[in-house]
């Protein structure tokens, strides 16, 4: 995934110590996505640390140990609250928009310290950069307080402070994540790597906003691999992927650029499939596509794997 155009391991993609780790974390509420009215911080600890709520949590049920990293938002908002997003009356979207800018990445907040940041409609992230001396964030005070101590290998929950509504009561809400080492391995002969990708969807309907699915299949062909290294490809190892959709035209030979509706970046999961997120009613139109919108569209990736680069054959659904 991208943080305001620079590349960050999901926390699922089974990450290394020396990465820089996306807690990404998404609110629903009612089928819907939805932006919290306050989020007051992201607190990191060691999962060994939190097998009994009482370590961790005071007798009002929020967060009073000492965490390992602590995040805010990357500045003030209107009403002088650090870290805090507070929703205008009224307004149901974008609450928390407001000092979580994904732009002030990575130097929102201050030196050293990471933020909160938005990326979309309940989509936010804090980015444990490991490239940075990074040091926890007080948001009452706009100080900072500590070194981070989250920089090694071990299990570890983020606990993020929100409130949901106005009327409602502060809650903590927990998330896992690992850092690993075994990201690390060294062979002694080059990596014959292949790749197949497949794409799930084969019919849209017009005004659909649908998830595009494209699978993958990542194969070492080196018989002295061992097996630990090969299942370490079954992971996580796309860095990036890109997608082009264009809209085929059956009635001329002209081959150029168009009919291309989609040339964008997609979201990679931790089994290596490919997302991407169409909403077919903004890109489908009369001036980028060959008449009518209604048709078949090809469907192409291209992606990243160690210093390869694969872009697979033209895959073909139908918008009806």
């Known amino acids: 995934m991208l943080v305001n155009n620079t590349p960050v391991v999901d926390r699922y993609n089974r990450p290394n110590v020396s990465q820089k780790v996306g807690l990404r974390t998404f609110f629903i509420n009612d089928g819907l996505y939805v932006d919290p009215y306050e989020i007051s911080s992201v607190q990191i600890f060691a999962k060994s640390a939190t097998l009994t709520p009482n ?6 049920n929020l967060v009073s140990g000492v965490p390992l990293m602590a995040f805010a ?5 209107t009403q ?3 870290g805090h997003c507070t929703r205008p009356l009224g307004v149901t979207e974008g609450a928390c928009s407001a000092g979580f800018l994904e732009a002030q990445y990575p130097t929102g907040g201050a030196v050293n310290a990471s933020g909160i940041y938005r990326l979309g409609v309940g989509d936010y992230v804090c980015v444990l950069d490991q ?15 500590y070194a981070s101590a989250a920089g090694v290998v071990g299990d570890y929950v983020d606990l993020w402070t929100v409130k949901l509504d106005e009327g409602s009561k502060y809650q903590v809400m927990t998330n896992e994540f690992n850092l690993y080492e075994d990201t690390f391995f060294q062979v002694t002969e080059p990596l014959l790597l292949t790749s197949k990708a497949k794409l799930l969807n084969k019919h849209v309907r017009m005004g659909e906003k649908i998830d595009l699915k494209i699978t993958t299949e990542n194969t070492l062909q080196n018989k002295n691999i061992p097996q630990s290294v090969q299942n370490i490809f079954k992971d996580s190892v796309i860095t990036s992927a890109k ?6 035209n059956y009635e001329s030979t002209y081959v150029g650029p168009f009919g291309v509706v989609i040339d964008k970046d997609m979201e990679i999961t931790g089994d290596n499939t490919l997302l991407y997120h169409w909403n077919t009613d903004q890109s489908i139109t009369p001036s980028n596509t060959f008449g009518s919108g209604l048709g078949t569209y090809s469907v192409q990736v291209e992606y990243e794997i ?13 918008v009806s």
């Open 55 to 60: 370590t961790v949590l005071g007798s009002d």
């Open 243 to 248: 997608i082009t959709i264009a809209k085929v």
């Open 131 to 145: 490239e940075l001396a990074l040091r926890g964030w007080n948001y009452d005070t706009s100080t900072e307080l």
């Open 73 to 77: 938002g990357t500045a003030k908002n």
């Open 306 to 318: 160690l210093n390869e680069t694969f872009i697979s054959p033209l895959l073909y659904l139908t």
């Open 80 to 82: 002088g609250d650090w």
